[in-house]
């Protein structure tokens, strides 16, 4: 009997203590199953079939043990007159102990609906303990938070979580930084990055090209020839490969793919410029290409017709 009553008290306890579990581990399970390779699924398949056996194995031994008992029972009158452990499991922790029919008048409340009578019976048990156990944890929640402080509140979890979120973004923004290159560099108009491309302009272009763009021993950076293309494009590659026989030399080994794209964005703005000296153009007159829209209908399809 006892042994009964200790197994179903340890199975009550893991029942209670799954959602808790299940709570915890809901954010980190599904990514940590991902993780798994072959191996390990294999092993943790084997272990879940290990479990169910075991747990299967349980389960009929419960049913040879109730089975034994019934005929126990059925060989000993005495012992047969006496509840089973299970109908003292239900009466101490499920039903309660029910008052019989003829003693149904000692609890009938003085009042009835067509008839129809109202017992003031006690709560069930399992109710019971539910609402001490809701009390329990209330107090423990309680102190545990606002108390102590030892566990998070929900802002200082939603701040966690936005404090998380920013460093994500930071490092996604500095991944898609050291990612620039000639086929990907798009002109940043920000004040931040013209600011400091002027910054790097002054410190490694000035000396060949002026600080004003008008250029020196290097070609005039404000008219509108370029000797290698005036895209965005074309400067970023300038700058990174460098042009070795003209003597200037690669950048990518001292600045970042970063500090290249806003150098080159800088030098996009002194375009159109007035330098105090400039020098005499250089290379072919850059004009930028305008794409038509794909969708964009030619003359044949408006159906225009050649003037007179």
């Known amino acids: 009997m006892k042994t009964f009553k200790w197994i179903g008290a340890t199975l009550t306890g893991m029942l209670l203590s799954f959602p808790g579990l299940a709570q915890e581990a809901e954010g980190s399970w599904t990514a940590q199953m991902q993780q798994l390779d072959s191996s390990q699924m294999t092993l943790l398949l084997i272990i879940g079939v290990v479990l169910l056996l075991i747990v299967i ?4 031994m419960l049913y040879l043990l109730s089975f034994l008992m019934t005929v126990i ?22 039903t309660g102990k029910m008052k019989p029919i003829e003693q149904e ?18 709560m069930p048990p399992w109710l019971a303990y539910v609402f001490y156990l809701s009390i329990g944890f209330a107090i423990i929640y309680f102190v545990n938070y606002s108390v102590l402080g030892i566990g998070k509140t929900q802002m200082e ?15 996604r923004g500095e991944s898609m930084l050291a990612s620039i290159d000639e086929n990907t560099v798009e002109f940043d108009a ?7 491309g002027a910054e790097l302009y002054a410190g490694n272009c000035s000396a060949c090209h002026a600080m004003d763009g008008g250029g020196g021993v290097g ?54 410029t007035t330098p105090a000296n400039p ?16 969708d964009a209908l030619g003359e044949d399809e408006l159906g225009a017709e050649p003037a007179e």
């Open 73 to 94: 029972r059925q060989d000993n009158p005495a012992l047969a007159a006496q509840p089973s452990w299970w109908d003292n499991f239900k009466e101490k922790f499920v």
């Open 190 to 196: 920000t004040t931040s990055s013209i600011e400091a």
């Open 219 to 272: 070609p005039n950076l404000t008219d509108e020839y370029w000797i290698h293309g005036g895209d965005i494009k074309d400067i970023f590659s300038v700058v990174k490969y460098g042009v070795v026989e003209k003597g200037m030399i690669p950048w990518q080994d001292q600045l970042s793919p970063e500090q290249m794209q806003q150098v080159s964005s800088y030098i996009l703005t002194l375009k159109g």
């Open 157 to 171: 979890e939603y701040e966690e979580e936005l404090a998380i979120a920013a460093m994500e973004e930071e490092a």
């Open 57 to 60: 194995i349980m389960g009929v």
């Open 105 to 122: 008048a000692d609890i009938q409340l003085d009042h009835s609906y067509d008839g129809i009578v109202e017992l003031d019976n006690f």
């Open 279 to 294: 020098k005499e153009p250089q290379g072919e007159k850059y004009e930028p290409v305008i794409e038509e829209p794909l």
